[in-house]
């Protein structure tokens, strides 16, 4: 017995009320993605909590704001390796955060999008651009302003490691713009024209 032949004949009515349908889909679909707020099950983990404020910390110009979420082991390292700076343990990296809010007025950490969190890891990485404007209350504030440099703005990778809960920060892995780390150097040194 033979199987009945489909009838795939379609009214015009038919044909114009499917094209209107695909055609509203393919507005709505791409606008509902664009207006609607994403959301990512890893937005509400205590890692890009703790993450979050780390990176608000820096606007707060104070070490102790910026050390809050530390473990007390925690750890620091200014990358690439060729910088050759040595690794910071907790009080090292306080008083080098001090050192470097003390030449800024205003400072601000800000992340790129997207922020990745590796839950393998529990590390959070992110493209940040940091930077703000620079003080003419401290020496070296003094010596940039006098260069003609209100604000300093340098790009960087944070990579922030977490303990396992997400709640304290082991440790810090700052790629920065190794170039503007130097001129930034050699201006406050007065070594750069």
Avoid at 23 to 35: C, F, Q
Avoid at 104 to 133: L, W, Y
Avoid at 136 to 147: A, D, N, W
Wanted: proline letters at 5%; one cysteine or more.
């Amino acid at each position: 017995m033979s199987t009945p032949t489909p009838n795939l004949s379609f009214t015009p009515k038919e044909i114009r009320l499917a094209t209107a349908t695909l055609a509203t889909l393919a507005i709505i679909a791409p606008t509902l993605y664009y207006l609607l707020p994403s959301y990512s099950s890893t937005e509400s983990t205590p890692h890009l909590t703790t993450f979050r404020k780390f990176i608000a910390a820096y606007s707060s110009r104070r070490p102790q704001a910026l050390t809050a979420t530390a473990s007390n082991n925690f750890t620091y390292r200014s990358l690439p390796s060729s910088r050759k700076t040595s690794p910071r343990n907790l009080e090292s990296f306080h008083a080098h955060a001090a050192q470097m809010f003390d030449l800024f007025e205003s400072f601000n950490m800000i992340t790129q999008d997207p922020v990745h969190f590796s839950k393998s890891t529990n590390t959070v990485t992110a493209h940040c651009k940091m930077g703000g404007r620079v003080s003419e209350s401290s020496e070296g504030g003094k010596k940039l302003i006098e260069q003609g440099v209100e604000q300093w703005w340098v790009e960087c990778v944070l990579m922030v490691k977490m303990d396992r809960s997400g709640r304290r920060v082991v440790g810090v892995s700052e790629f920065v713009d190794s170039a503007k780390a130097e001129e930034l150097r050699e201006r406050i040194e007065g070594g750069f024209e």
